[in-house]
């Protein structure tokens, strides 16, 4: 079965603009930092600019030894030497399979019929969410919370990655009904300018 850090860092190119964050600042502060597994989201087209960005990033990662997702994008993650994640509306799991071969592939779902039918899917996790309201995804799906997630957690075998609204104060909770590791966006990007001490922060509450 796939090993997965407890710790899954989205490095989030709306979210990073929003905050004023350069992606390839936050994803060296992060690997820095002791995060092992990373992943590009960039949701707009991949213009020339995003592309050399995404190829610095999973550069970076190589570099560093962690695992280095892609989202959405079979092609480029395969271009890249990455893993790759998918949602519902994107390419399907046994097809992304084919377009990346053995690298790590994780699949997105929301509820327990998704749930289900991918845990029959050629994928290495499963992504379940949002656990919490978030305010990083446009259109997002009903919130589960933990007593949902904990219920969901026995329909898999699967590593297990929950996501949406995740915080230092409600991750400790989700390993108790579960999960194997939490996606984190916002909450890695600290309210003052230290974010070194801030990922520190996680990388210490997910050992």
């Not at 709306?14 to 002791?34: H, Q």
């Not at 995740?166 to 890695?188: P, Y």
Request: aromatic share 6%; charged share 25%.
């Amino acid at each position: 079965m796939t090993f997965l850090p407890r710790l899954y860092a989205i490095v989030d190119t709306v979210t990073l603009e929003r905050r004023g964050m350069d992606p390839l600042r936050f994803t060296g502060a992060l690997l820095e930092n002791g995060v092992r597994l990373l992943q590009y989201r960039h949701k707009g087209p991949f213009s020339r600019r995003v592309f050399a960005e995404a190829e610095a990033f999973a550069a970076l990662c190589h570099e560093a030894g962690a695992h280095c997702v892609i989202d959405d994008r079979g092609d480029i993650a395969r271009v890249l030497g990455a893993g790759l994640h998918v949602g519902q509306d994107d390419l399907a799991p046994a097809d992304a399979r084919r377009v990346i071969g053995n690298a790590l592939l994780g699949f997105s779902t929301h509820n327990a019929t998704q749930l289900q039918a991918g845990d029959q899917e050629p994928v290495d996790y499963l992504a379940i969410g949002p656990v919490f309201a978030t305010g990083s995804k446009e259109n997002p799906d009903p919130v589960l919370g933990v007593d949902q997630i904990r219920d969901l957690r026995a329909l898999t075998t699967r590593p297990l990655v929950a996501i949406g609204g995740i915080t230092l104060r409600n991750a400790e909770a989700l390993f108790h009904a579960g999960i194997d590791s939490v996606a984190v966006i916002s909450d890695l990007l600290p309210a003052d300018d230290d974010l070194s001490a801030r990922i520190r922060e996680w990388v210490r509450a997910t050992a």
